[in-house]
């Protein structure tokens, strides 16, 4: 089962340091470390808000929790940065509820409700050396 | 049906898109299909990871079976011994906790009915049933909590 993985930066300037990570098809054990790799060289940027969008997402275990839960970290750390979910399919949202998982991130019904939130809420730190 | 798997992810998958497909054929609810799957991708995943040491040379046994009652996956290993069921579910994660462990055992117990573990000989035999029920596979679920939504 593959995984597309599409990585785009927010052209809003209002969401500036904001990315979008699109995953279509399964993450799972074999699928996971390409995320990883590309998820850790998008983060070597001044990336301060990571969208995850799952609506093509049909499966996920805990390969892949483990890979949002490293997300969420290195978001943390940047100083008020936040991993997000947006347009969760149900059995993903399942997985999610079963674990419990990942306290500090954010799950949205869909782009409309997480513009709304980034709308409202502090500007996190951008990343040590770009200018505020 | 009998699988045999070497202990790599993709011979993982190979086996969970098997099972995908004889479940589907079975004409199981995709609902329980999901649940399998992510149950012998969980289970076949800890076996490649530490029983075999991702060593390709060696091979892991999974068994499909589907009876009136229940669907029956069966690992075996010939692995160190190890008994999955003996671990103990993790806790609601805090804000600074670490890296997630044990959530795939976790997550196997939820969406299979019973596991069982035994020693054979030099093997590792894992068990996972789940109960072909559609009242009970709902009557397990509908108490979950619900997840956060629009911050």
Not at chain 1, 90 to 115: M, W
Not at chain 2, 29 to 43: D, H, K, S, V
Request: net charge negative.
């Amino acid at each position: 089962m593959p995984l597309s993985i599409q990585i785009q930066n927010n052209s809003n300037p209002a969401h500036a340091g904001a990315v979008t990570i699109k995953l279509i098809g399964s993450l799972d054990t074999e699928t996971a470390p390409e995320l990883e790799r590309q998820m850790t060289s998008c983060l070597a940027g001044p990336v301060n808000d990571l969208v995850f969008d799952l609506a093509g997402l049909s499966f996920v275990s805990s390969a892949g929790l483990r890979l949002f839960q490293v997300a969420r970290k290195q978001m943390v750390a940047r100083g008020g940065g936040r991993a997000s979910f947006i347009n969760m399919q149900p059995q993903v949202e399942e997985v999610f509820v079963i674990i419990q998982s990942l306290p500090g991130i954010g799950v949205f019904k869909d782009l409309e409700a997480l513009d709304r939130y980034l709308a409202t809420r502090p500007r996190p730190n951008l990343w040590p050396g770009t200018q505020k | 049906m009998t699988l045999e798997l070497h202990a790599t992810p993709a011979e993982v998958m190979r086996g969970v898109e098997t099972l995908q497909d004889f479940a589907r054929a079975q004409g199981l609810p995709e609902r329980t299909i999901f649940g399998l799957a992510l149950a012998l991708e969980e289970c076949g995943s800890n076996v490649v990871n530490h029983a075999l040491q991702r060593d390709a040379q060696k091979q892991f046994q999974v068994v499909i079976e589907h009876t009136h009652h229940a669907f029956v996956i069966e690992l075996r290993d010939g692995g160190p011994e190890f008994d999955p069921t003996a671990a103990v579910d993790r806790k609601p994660q805090a804000e600074d906790d670490d890296l997630p462990g044990g959530w795939g055992i976790q997550l196997v117990r939820r969406y299979t009915d019973e596991i069982h573990y035994a020693r054979d000989g030099n093997e590792n035999v894992l068990r996972l049933i789940k109960r072909v029920n559609p009242s009970a596979d709902e009557k397990k679920l509908k108490n979950e909590p619900k997840p956060s939504t629009g911050h």
